[in-house]
Each structure stands twice: as structure tokens, then as C-alpha cells.
């Protein structure tokens, strides 16, 4: 069964840092570019970072600086490192994997609230 599975997130200070994890099972991690997405209440889900097979990396350009994609191809999981995390991150972030899979992780929510 082809799934991604998401952990991490909760609630932090404006300032503070957070990491995402997004555990892949069923087809072959290794050779695919794995994406995050974010949705805040009331608006349209949004691409923010995205990491290829080989490692590289394009972020939204409000998020290039603060946040850090990588991907661990041992352990079939995907990382979002998130610093200098601010209000307007708040949102549900989503794991994502595109062709030819096109499969969404269960989203995580991350509020930055002091």
C-alpha cells in the first residue's frame, strides 16, 4: 500500500523551531521528488518546498532561509526543518509525492503563536 505517513507539528512560540517527518511506504522512495505543501484556514493549499532524488532543493520564496527540505533514502522519510518560524506559518502542512503516485500525507497542524 502506497501511504506517506506524517509526525511532528504542535504549537510554538513566533522565534521557535519545529520539524516535520514524512514516513514513506509502499513504492520506491529512493528515485522520486518529494514536495511539502501548506494550507491555512481559509486559503488555498500552497507548494512550499520540494526535494529531488538527488537532493535539491526550491522553496517558496517566502520560507528560502528559514526552512531546510532533506530526505533520508535509508529510512524512506522526508524532512521539513522549520526555523524562525512565523504567525503566518501557521497552517496544516502536507507531505506530498507526484508521479506517479500522487499521494498526500494525513497533514500535520503547526501553530506559531505566542
Known amino acids: 500500500q502506497v501511504q506517506l505517513v506524517q509526525s511532528g507539528g504542535g504549537l510554538v512560540q513566533p522565534g521557535g523551531s519545529l520539524r516535520l517527518s514524512c514516513a514513506a511506504s509502499?513504492?520506491?522512495?529512493?528515485?522520486?521528488?518529494m514536495d511539502w505543501y501548506r494550507q491555512a484556514p481559509g486559503k488555498q493549499r500552497e507548494f512550499i518546498a520540494t526535494?529531488?532524488?538527488?537532493?535539491?532543493?526550491n522553496y517558496l520564496d517566502s520560507v528560502k532561509g528559514r526552512f531546510t527540505s532533506s530526505r533520508d533514502n535509508t529510512e524512506n522519510t522526508e524532512y521539513l526543518q522549520m526555523n524562525t518560524l512565523k504567525p503566518e506559518d501557521t497552517a496544516v502542512y502536507y507531505c506530498?509525492?507526484?508521479?506517479?503516485?500522487?499521494?498526500w500525507g494525513q497533514g500535520t497542524q503547526v501553530t506559531v503563536s505566542s
Open positions: 509502499g513504492f520506491d522512495f529512493s528515485i522520486v521528488a
Open positions: 526535494v529531488s532524488s538527488d537532493g535539491t532543493t
Open positions: 506530498h509525492v507526484g508521479w506517479p503516485y500522487y499521494i
